[in-house]
């Protein structure tokens, strides 16, 4: 209720109402001077291109988690997603340069699916988004072992693998740029552009308020299905990068899921929907990463880390959280 | 409120217990060392016992290492005598990855060459939940099997259900994890996570200076297994005094394996040892070396066919430990052997043969898939190489 | 209107014990042609076993989701639970009470901070609970590199062997907290407050429910009910396991459970019994695949589905009674 009138006050205020970019600016840039401090040469350009490169991949699944839960829902199931994306590609590609495009083409096929069958299960039979993708999840996890009888075949391509692992080399000031980042800045840039549009604006309005976005002639349920078709291309350009970065296993997408949905929520989104930019959870994203590196550059025993994450998401999500209902 | 009929019927009944009769034993001591504090696991006698295993010479057929024992100590298994063909039931703690895919999959060809000695088997799957396994266990014994054989989840906590199990008065074999109790009739496994260690660390600090700079990578904290590994690793790191400048648990995952290990090179310019304590993210460590233009220092990895051609691929300074995955064919066997009133030993300690430049064509093969482990044993197998593709 | 949605409403039996009657009939027959016995004593001191300890852990989820909320950290809750009990009682009969007091206090401690980040602090429970979860999984992965501890023998005869029939103690156990909790929401005031709560945040408010002290014990109980389930698979497991409650995956499938049983992830319609009908369903399932040496991912694909089939069900149903 208090959310709702709140969400009314002019939309001019974008930049310092809660659900603002600032506050995560503020932690991203702490955690750049805490790593300026520790290792200077993490800001030359080669190391920050290939760093921003490596982070693609969960950069892009906040984007499309973004979409997910500004309209009021979750999708647990990217994480499972990728692995099953990872997995199939080299089992039908093996290691056949030829097969490269044609199974790309597939794989963003079977994203979109995987979110449109989401999206279907949760709005046409009203099934809570959180069990439609735990479910989903589960079956996507367990189907991939049993296609691949419980470990991964085939083999990637190097063209395959060239998204996520190489860089446009003797690039002027920057050095090297990996494909993974141009990547990113695309679909970066196409998100930016798709919430500015009305499908942004009817997004919002959804997830602010169903009831009154029903009654002013927006169908609910196809705003909503179009989301998770969204979230599930998303996982499949994650998915292509991160085969590539890494190789095949089963380990590839594992825990995902609460990555994204913690780095959305970092970047100033509010679960429950109608708050937030997509900025911002991208830029979640990247401070999570961060703080992965600064972990490993600090030397934070690796036993110790998860503490360290929890500790934060609390803190930034409970300041964030007190401030806006202080407003 | 059915189930509360249900229960207020049942109370009528008489009562019983499941529970065996001894409680757990405790663990040995523990001994302390230079990189930091040595885990609570690490036994001082097991782990000498398990280095003089490593040069022992094996007894049993040469072609066939699952059948060899180091160090025998036979037992008698003449109260277990019965006529076959037999029931095998098999409770497996988990087969969720690679390496217990192959050894399944080598145990059931085991099976199939066996059929006319076993009329069936039975395979229950606790996928990595203790809980599971002390119920499923439980569940087996009312199963009418001729012989029990166990793959603990964890050690500790297996023990009283195992217990459980020997007092039904059945043959009960364990291999891989063991349990704290003597009851089984044998435990199988190789020589050890001491073993494996120690091979891997003594070798990669071998190929490096004093103070030079090692990277350890383990997979999980708290299973102990690899607990094993990793602190006869560190005895072997603090004994030729280099420096372990990080310890860094990658869940087996391949890009957090190559972020933390691209974070390393960039912390310190180089790293000169790379040791870690299971083969499943090697590949992408030596990537990560690749694409950061550095040389891949000195390091270790497991026998997956995917490290293997890595390895031959860009001469690499390597080697592999193994933790063979021939050693599922050997309960089998060894079920086999005591329903017969044959000896057999307990421990049945398995050679655990390293894969070093000079036999690494020997293992190496084109034909198999990339996680598939090479010291499999299984070529002479039915099905070979279909089951295992 | 506020008053009538603060009484509980009359509700049919959950259809989860048609599923849980149907998997049985079905999977004893299907066990029968393959040669085998569903119902023999062995299976079904099995069956009840699995079902008590997730039982624990769902019932208390019941209870948060009810409110609303929701708990992701019960799987570490568990696991630090089997720790404090096992290692207090160090293998000696003596110390069982204190040191279930302790395990219980602590697990009470964590539902409390749950409570206080999700009211207070207005943290949104799914990252309240994830973080939290976090926090206590460094504490475990730094602290233990294995089991540790040394459960009490006479709990281990007790509460983690014996049995009555086929029954074990801990399902007759798990019977009582069932019957408590559903005595708590059905007859007491907390009861029609946390529905209230679950059901419309600001109708409770408006009608006097103080809605935050109502969570936060919604929460404080949830985690009790973890504790519990922790000192239960001491008892079974003779020690305390660092990574007990995760390998379990009690976490999920304790949501699982509570939403196959018929309660509204939303909060405000739902209840224990049926809860403990999705326990065993899931329990059941688990048997019947495990007698037929079905594939364990296969049986995950399954369960996937009949999570969502569930929901949709209940979801059509409660649509149905909305339109008439």
Known sequence: MQIVQRRRLPLRLIRVRPGGVLPILTILAVLLVLVGIRQPDFLDPPSLMSFLGRSAPIILLAAGQYFVIVCGEFDLSVGSLVTAQVVVAARLIDSDPARTWPVVLLLLAFGAAVGLVNGLITTRLRVPSFITTLGMFLILVGAVYLWSDGSPKGGLSEEFRRFGRRAVEDVPLLGRVPYALLVLLAVAALAVLLTRSDFGRTLVAVGDNPRTAELSGVRVWRTRTIAFILSGLAAAVAAILLGGYSGVSFQAGAGLEFGAITAVVLGGVALGGGRGSVVGAMLGALTLELLFALMNFYGVSGALRSTVQGAIILLAVAVSATRSSAR | ?389 | MSARSLLPARRPVPGVFVALALTLAIGWLVVLVDGGQLFNQSTTVSLLHVAAGLGFVAVGQTLVILGGSLDLSVAYVISLSTLVAAETMNGNDGAVVPAIGLALAVSAGIGLLNGLLVTKLRVNAFIATLGVGLLLKGYLDSGYDGPAGTTSPTLVQTLGYQRVGPVPLSFLLLVAVTGMAWFALSRTRFGHHLVAVGGDAEVARLSGVRNDRVLVTAHVLCSLCAGLAGIYLASRLGSGAPRVGTEGLYDLESIAAVVIGGTALAGGRGGVVGTVGGVLLLASIDAVFNQLDVDAFFKQVIRGAIIIAAVAVYARRALRKAAS
Request: glycine share 8%; net charge negative.
């Open chain 2, 1 to 389: 409120m059915a189930a509360l009929a249900a229960v207020t019927l049942l109370a009528l009944t008489a009562c019983a217990t499941d529970e065996p009769a001894a409680g757990p034993s405790g663990s040995a001591s523990a001994a302390g060392s230079g990189t930091g504090e040595q885990s609570k696991f690490f036994v001082q006698a097991d782990y000498d016992a398990e280095l003089a295993l490593l040069d022992a010479a094996p007894t049993g057929p040469a072609d066939k290492p699952w059948e060899q024992v180091l160090n025998p100590t036979m037992v008698d298994t003449a109260k277990f005598k019965k006529s076959g063909p037999h029931k095998i039931c098999f409770s497996n703690a988990a087969l969720n990855n690679p390496w217990r895919q192959v050894g399944f999959k080598t145990m059931q060809a085991e099976v199939e060459a066996q059929r006319s000695r076993i009329s069936e088997f039975v395979h229950v799957d606790a996928e990595g939940k203790d809980q599971k396994q002390i119920a499923d266990i439980n569940d087996l014994l009312g199963k009418g099997c001729d012989a029990l054989i166990v793959s603990p989840n964890t050690t500790a906590t297996l023990t009283p259900a195992v217990e459980a199990a020997c007092k039904a008065g059945l043959p009960v074999v364990v291999f891989d994890r063991g349990v704290n109790t003597k009851c089984p009739v044998t435990f199988i496994n190789p020589i050890g996570g001491y073993g494996f260690g120690h091979v891997g660390a003594e070798f990669v600090s071998q190929r490096m200076k004093p103070g030079g700079k090692v990277l350890a990578l383990r997979i999980l904290p708290g299973v102990d297994v690899l607990e094993t590994r990793w602190s006869a690793a560190k005895v072997a790191f603090d004994k030729a005094k280099v420096d372990v400048v990080g310890v860094e648990f990658t869940d087996g995952d391949p890009a957090k394996t190559k972020k933390i290990v691209d974070d390393y090179i960039q912390r310190y310019g180089t790293i000169d040892g790379l040791w870690m304590d299971a083969g499943a993210v090697a590949v992408a460590a030596v990537e990560a070396f690749q694409d950061a233009g550095k040389p891949v220092p000195p390091m270790n990895g497991e026998d997956q066919l995917d490290f293997l051609k890595i390895w031959k691929d860009k001469n690499l300074t390597a080697i592999a430990p193994t933790y063979p995955t021939y050693q599922w064919r050997t309960p089998i066997i060894a079920a086999l052997r005591i329903l017969d009133g044959q000896q057999v030993s307990n421990p049945w300690k398995l050679p655990q043969p390293t894969i070093t430049q000079d036999n690494l064509d020997q293992y190496l093969d084109a034909n198999m898939p990339p996680l598939h482990y090479a010291m499999c044993g299984c070529t002479d197998l039915p099905g070979y190489p279909q089951r295992w593709k």
